[in-house]
T-cell receptor, first 113, second 110 residues
């Protein structure tokens, strides 16, 4: 199994809603990542968990809250988002640091209305 | 972190070999070079990774000169389905900071 699975594939939420994005991998990878990607732009790194501990937070606003319940799961909790937060949210995993080799999910297309 | 520079876009025809060059002048000794492919509305897909000289796999080759200040991704005999954005990343060994640059939009024409 070399897949990273993200749910849901699409999400529409209001600015006052609370929602969560989920990511799962069963490759035994110990690092997991969240990226945000706007149209025609490169993916932007948001958070990195290594061995279930948050190791990188790229100065992401607190309305985005990551969680790593176990080594296979990664969540991104969303609260009080703005329309400009609409984007494709990508999850990835890697076997430890792996010198840049990561496996990405298909992403969640988020629209904030 | 080493900054990468790639051409913004390239066009090619089916059946041709495509070479995309990435400049990374301030690459460090323990940095690796990794390339990804991304189709619209999909996550990036790992293509190839190298440290020096030449690496080849079933889909591409990666050429890295001795000074390691640049690298070239070579796609043999491209098809329409190779139309995508290609990203070059320079990542320090032992770190998790995978930063994507602007990428190269490759368009393959019939």
């Amino acid at each position: 199994d070399t897949e990273v699975t993200q749910t849901p594939k699409h999400l529409v939420m209001g600015m006052t809603n609370k929602k969560s994005l989920k990511c799962e991998q069963h490759m035994g990878h110990r690092a997991m990542y969240w990226y945000k990607q706007k149209a025609k732009k490169p993916p932007e790194l948001m958070f990195v968990y290594s061995y279930e501990k948050l190791s990188i937070n790229e100065s992401v606003p607190s309305r985005f809250s990551p969680e790593c319940p176990n080594s296979s799961l990664l969540n991104l909790h969303l609260h009080a988002l703005q329309p400009e937060d609409s984007a494709l949210y990508l999850c990835a995993s890697s076997q430890d640091s792996s010198e840049g080799k990561a496996f990405f999910g298909q992403g969640t297309r988020l629209t904030v209305v | 972190l080493a900054k990468t520079t790639q051409p913004i876009s390239m066009d090619s025809y089916e059946g041709q070999e495509v070479n995309i060059t990435c400049s990374h002048n301030n690459i460090a000794t323990n940095d690796y070079i990794t390339w990804y492919q991304q189709f619209p509305s999909q996550g990036p897909r790992f293509i190839i990774q190298g440290y020096k000289t030449k690496v080849t796999n079933e889909v591409a080759s990666l050429f890295i000169p001795a000074d390691r200040k640049s690298s070239t991704l070579s796609l043999p005999r491209v098809s329409l389905s190779d139309t995508a954005v290609y990203y070059c990343l320079v990542v320090a060994s032992g770190t998790y900071k995978y930063i994507f640059g602007t990428g190269t939009r490759l368009k393959v024409l019939a």
